[in-house]
């Protein structure tokens, strides 16, 4: 039997989070449905066939014997982002004339509030939970419908029509899990729930480790439908078995429930939190399946020949090729040097691609200009490094980017040029950052800062959402 860990004493004693329009900062994973099966392997480890039949999105192995370990060992998926081989599961979806229907795909959102005086931690390593209620017959805060054409409830009732596009009945089913962990049990058991929720960002104190929230969202999509009442639809139960035979056993939407299993690569689920969250910045799909920060980064300037920068607090660029070009005028340009993170073995790495994350913009409030990135050698240091010992700089440049005066997170794709680095054999990167060649003035923030300078490599493929 399914017990879901969420006492109900628990769930009056907190107030829940809803499902109004997010304003923290926030992660998403778009996965397509992948198969249903009787399993359960939070409740139900090990007994296969013997659970409520669920329908199962993310790693495409999940059944009732997965752990954290055969995720990551088996970390094919459905999801785009290819770090992210969680496994999630939620009962099936019977319609009032008795069709099973098999839902399209849902989109997790991993989403912070209260950052700044509540930080997050990133999820444990074989972490896993539940959210909803199985016996449930009443309205459940943590739950919510949505028919395309209407404003989101807790409440059935409401009768479905036709999407915008006019091609489909579309419903949805939003689940939020807890977000604040014990920090013992990585697994609930039929006695103890090993999570809870906030309540307006902070966790209570039995609870005390906060974790991204998960904002699971399913949609069904119907085209053979011209509306849908919700009053009506039921969601599969635990069945009565004998022997080899099952029968299943249905129950109201009120019943609605989804189970989590947690398989982020730590490096990315780290990356989640504390490169991305804790600083109040929305990840969207760049969460890296790999990263490294800049094991080097300074600055240098023709016109401090002899002057090193090994902490500088921004790292200037600026440089003018007109009048004579570049060997005419005063240059600055910015160093940095990155370990590379290695192409995953075993999977389709034309999914992947590396680039460089900065945070900086223009100085200059004069519309939007191009940065380059030069290669260069890997001989240089910033202990030493100055103007008149720097390394050659390749101006055929691996990447570029349009910049404006917003100071904001931004990317530069350098795939070509790291994947040929790897195939020379080296291990380390390096590029000069230059400016528009046309004398306006950037900064970028450091590996040092708050915001860092790293390299990513990220893992995507594309999900329909039709």
């Not at 999630?88 to 989403?111: I, N």
């Not at 939003?174 to 697994?187: E, Q, R, S, V």
């Not at 989804?258 to 989640?272: K, Q, V």
């Amino acid at each position: 039997m399914k017990l879901i860990a969420i006492a109900s004493g628990l769930l009056s004693a907190l107030t829940l989070c809803t499902f109004d329009a997010h304003a923290g900062p926030q992660a998403q994973t778009l996965c397509a449905y992948h198969h249903t099966l009787g399993d359960d392997a939070i409740m139900m480890f090990g007994k296969a066939g013997q659970a409520i039949l669920y329908d199962f999105f993310g790693n495409t192995h999940t059944d009732a014997s997965s752990t954290w370990q055969t995720l990551r060992t088996q970390p094919e998926t459905s999801c785009d982002n290819q770090a992210d081989s969680s496994a999630w599961w939620a009962p099936s979806l019977k319609l009032p004339d008795g069709e099973v229907v098999k839902p399209a795909w849902q989109k997790t959102y991993y989403q912070a509030s209260g950052v700044d005086k509540y930080p997050l931690h990133p999820f444990p390593a074989g972490l896993e939970l539940l959210a909803g209620d199985h016996r449930g017959t009443a309205p459940n805060a943590s739950i919510n419908f949505l028919c395309s054409d209407a404003e989101a409830t807790h409440t059935a009732g409401e009768v479905c029509g036709l999407r915008k596009s006019g091609d489909a009945v579309q419903f949805n089913i939003g689940i939020l899990f807890p977000n604040c962990w014990d920090g013992t049990h990585l697994k609930p058991t039929r006695d103890h729930s090993n999570a809870a929720y906030a309540d307006n960002g902070k966790c209570p104190a039995d609870y005390p480790i906060k974790l991204p929230g998960i904002n699971m969202n399913i949609a069904y999509v119907m085209p053979h439908l011209t509306s849908l009442d919700t009053s009506k639809i039921q969601l599969s139960l635990d069945p009565t078995l004998n022997g080899n035979h099952r029968e299943e056993h249905w129950g109201s939407i009120y019943t609605a429930h989804a189970d989590f299993m947690n398989g982020w690569r730590e490096e990315s689920a780290h990356f989640m939190t504390e490169m991305c969250m804790n600083n109040d910045m929305d990840c969207g799909s760049n969460v890296p399946y790999a990263w490294s920060k800049a094991e080097e980064n300074t600055w240098v300037s023709s016109q401090r020949p002899n002057v090193h920068n090994d902490s500088p607090a921004r790292l200037e660029v600026r440089d003018d090729w007109s009048n004579g070009g570049r060997t005419h005028n005063s240059e600055t340009l910015a160093l940095i040097k990155f370990k590379i993170p290695h192409l995953p073995a075993g999977m389709d790495t034309s999914l992947f691609k590396y680039r460089v994350r900065l945070y900086g913009s223009t100085v200059e409030k004069n519309g939007t200009h191009q940065i380059f990135l030069y290669p260069t050698s890997n001989s240089w240091n910033t202990r030493i490094v100055t103007w008149n010992t720097r390394p050659a700089a390749n101006y055929n440049a691996d990447g570029s980017l349009y910049i404006n005066n917003t100071r904001e997170y931004r990317y530069v794709d350098v795939d070509k040029a790291v994947r040929k680095a790897l195939a020379e054999g080296k291990s380390e990167i390096s590029w000069y950052i230059g400016g528009d060649r046309q004398g306006n003035h950037y900064e970028f923030y450091p590996e040092e800062s708050r915001q860092s300078l790293v390299l990513m490599l990220t893992g995507y493929k594309k999900v329909s959402q039709s």
